[in-house]
């Protein structure tokens, strides 16, 4: 059984540039959130998407964006990349329907130089 | 505002010894409360929760946390520490927004746990 699988592992990226990240959620899992962890820093979240739809959002900017695919897999975006972007994005995932835990991915490492 | 606090940047026991790891929380209502684990270059994995019942919960590879509603703290203890749980602890809490009825995790800053031999 999959746990959730993000792509790519690693990303380095200019300022002014964009990026997409991937994310497939665990088996059964239908719920998917993203997270921002900086160096140092405990994960902060960015929004969540249930039913193709984006359901709750954390206090990011409209540079960053998300869909969900009818799959439950799903993307982030990140336009105009700023140094400070640079992070560790983590996707989560758990079923809609079920109590937590969060499942996460291992993470995307974006580097913006 | 919901909030969580883990006041120790770094934790340092020797192998065999108990170690605690301490997490306080500030939230509306009734809290749901997490630990997790993160090994370098890893993502998070879930160690135990706390949604209600009894107030010491056990988890993964040997860990328990205590919730104590006065204390408003979930600290995080294992009775004999390894080398190998030497990694980053992150305590959080779930919070839902108004407006919403789907949840999200608050995490702390993270306690950096080393266990050395």
């Known amino acids: 059984d999959a746990g959730v699988t993000q792509s790519p592992t690693h990303l380095i990226k200019t300022r002014g540039q964009q990026v997409t990240l991937r994310c497939s959620p665990k088996?059964?899992?239908?719920?998917v959130s993203w997270y921002q962890q900086a160096l140092g820093q405990g994960p902060q979240f960015i929004f969540q998407?249930?039913?193709?739809?984006?359901?709750q959002r954390g206090n990011f900017p409209d540079r960053f964006s998300g869909h969900q695919f009818p799959n439950y897999s799903s993307e982030l975006n990140v336009n105009a990349l700023l140094l400070g972007d640079s992070a560790l994005y983590l996707c989560?995932?758990?079923?809609?329907?079920?109590?937590?835990?969060?499942?996460f991915g291992n993470g995307t490492r974006l580097t913006v130089t | 505002a919901q909030s969580v606090a883990q006041p120790e940047d770094q934790v340092n026991v020797a192998e065999g010894n108990p170690l605690t790891v301490k997490c306080t929380y500030s939230v509306s209502g009734n809290p749901y409360l997490f630990w997790y684990v993160q090994y370098p270059n890893r993502g998070l994995q879930f160690l135990l929760k706390y949604i209600t019942g009894d107030n010491l919960v056990k988890g993964s590879y040997g860990f328990e946390a205590e919730f104590n509603k006065s204390q408003t703290s979930f600290h995080l203890k294992k009775p004999s520490a390894l080398v190998s749980d030497s990694a980053l602890y992150f305590c959080a809490v779930r919070v839902i927004d108004r407006g919403s009825t789907l949840g999200r995790l608050y995490f702390g800053r993270g306690t950096q746990l080393t266990v050395w031999p």
């Open positions: 088996s059964g899992h239908d719920t």
């Open positions: 998407y249930y039913e193709e739809e984006e359901r």
């Open positions: 989560a995932s758990r079923s809609n329907t079920g109590l937590l835990p969060l499942h």
